[in-house]
């Protein structure tokens, strides 16, 4: 067949978007569809019970051992978002033990598990949710299930990618150089300081006499004048 003819019949081939009703289906499906997604997924189990109203979908490690609980959705749901938490709290909680459990997989039970939804679509309402959660690692997919003449398969495209929310690491702040204080001389140590001179003692003066009033002091006679005679 001349190559051009062979381009032309794709060309001519339309794409139909197909519709999955059981969630059932989709989780059968889904796991051989993960690798889109990312590379090194591996399932562990599958249609896990949590609780009466929650199920974990998908339970999978990423090629690191981090465990990584994938929900899923035939529509938009905004409480798929609380069946996933329910789901990812539950994994945190029994990590060891699936460790344990699954001792053929490659575990790392001191990672902290995350959480990927899977749905056609998301509302605001459930995206902002997310956002707003920086505490908690949760992507969000949309997933296509589409016909292209003979063969079907899905699409999955990220809406919102926890890893790429991540703020980035600030450079440390570079300090102006500042002119260098000037070194001050070492002191003495304590052994080569002189010791200080003791002061010498004064002797106390001896108390002064006092001296007595001029009516007590002692009259004291005037020599005699010696008389010449002629």
């Not at 978007?17 to 990312?38: F, G, W």
């Not at 019970?49 to 990584?68: A, S, Y």
């Not at 300081?193 to 009259?219: G, Q, T």
Request: hydrophobic share 30%.
């Amino acid at each position: 067949m001349h190559p051009h003819l062979f381009i032309q019949k794709v060309k001519n081939v339309s794409i139909e978007k197909l519709k999955i009703e059981s969630r059932h289906e989709l989780e059968e499906m889904m796991p051989n569809e993960l690798s889109q997604m990312e590379k090194g997924l591996t399932v562990i189990c599958t249609d896990v019970p949590i609780n009466d109203k929650t199920t974990l979908d998908i339970l999978c490690h990423d090629g690191e051992g981090q465990l990584v609980v994938v929900q899923l959705s035939v529509n938009e749901d905004d409480f798929m978002l609380l069946h996933g938490i329910q789901s990812l709290d539950y994994v945190e909680k029994f990590k060891s033990f699936l460790k344990a459990t699954y001792n053929k997989h490659t575990i790392d039970a001191k990672a902290k598990p995350r959480l990927v939804l899977i749905a056609p679509s998301f509302s605001d309402a459930l995206l902002h949710a997310v956002e707003s959660m920086s505490g908690i690692p949760i992507d969000l997919y949309e997933w296509e299930y589409l016909k292209l003449g003979d063969h079907k398969g899905f699409r999955l495209q990220p809406v919102y990618t926890w890893k790429s929310e991540k703020p980035k690491e600030e450079k440390p702040f570079e300090k102006k150089h500042e002119p260098k204080p000037k070194k001050k001389e070492p002191e003495p140590s304590p052994e080569w300081k002189e010791e200080p001179k003791p002061e010498p003692i004064s002797e106390p003066e001896p108390p002064k006499e006092e001296s007595p009033p001029p009516s007590e002091m002692p009259k004291t006679e005037s020599p005699r004048k010696k008389i010449r005679l002629f």
